[in-house]
């Protein structure tokens, strides 16, 4: 699967890169070298970060079918035990 920015995202991210490297290197980089920069982060490590998102919410979701017996339980034969009750 190939992981994509919206044109904003991808805008806002480059723009971020810029001013990383403006504030915290030597040097400054331009927006195609900072657009060049970001789409080799998101071939090289963004399927890693893909990957462990997917992992954390096939985990959640485990979780969530664990528990969906206790959510949503009914007891079973329970129509003459309320009848008593409300005599």
Same mark, same amino acid.
């Given at each position: 699967?190939?992981?994509?920015?919206? /044109?904003?995202?991808? /805008?806002?991210?480059?723009?971020? &890169?810029?001013?990383?490297?403006?504030?915290?290197?030597?040097?400054?980089?331009?927006?195609?070298?900072?657009?060049?920069?970001? %789409?080799?982060?998101?071939?090289? &490590?963004?399927?890693?970060?893909?990957? /462990?998102?997917?992992?954390?919410? %096939?985990?959640?979701? %485990?979780?969530? &079918?664990?528990?969906?017996?206790?959510?949503?339980?009914?007891?079973?034969?329970?129509?003459? %035990? /309320?009848?008593?009750?409300?005599?």
């Amino acid at each position: 699967m190939t992981i994509e920015l919206t /044109k904003e995202a991808r /805008k806002a991210a480059a723009s971020s &890169i810029e001013r990383y490297f403006k504030e915290n290197m030597e040097e400054e980089i331009g927006n195609v070298t900072a657009d060049a920069l970001l %789409q080799f982060f998101i071939e090289e &490590i963004g399927p890693s970060i893909y990957n /462990k998102a997917v992992s954390d919410v %096939q985990a959640r979701l %485990q979780s969530r &079918i664990m528990e969906l017996d206790v959510e949503v339980y009914e007891d079973e034969f329970g129509y003459w %035990q /309320k009848r008593q009750r409300k005599r």
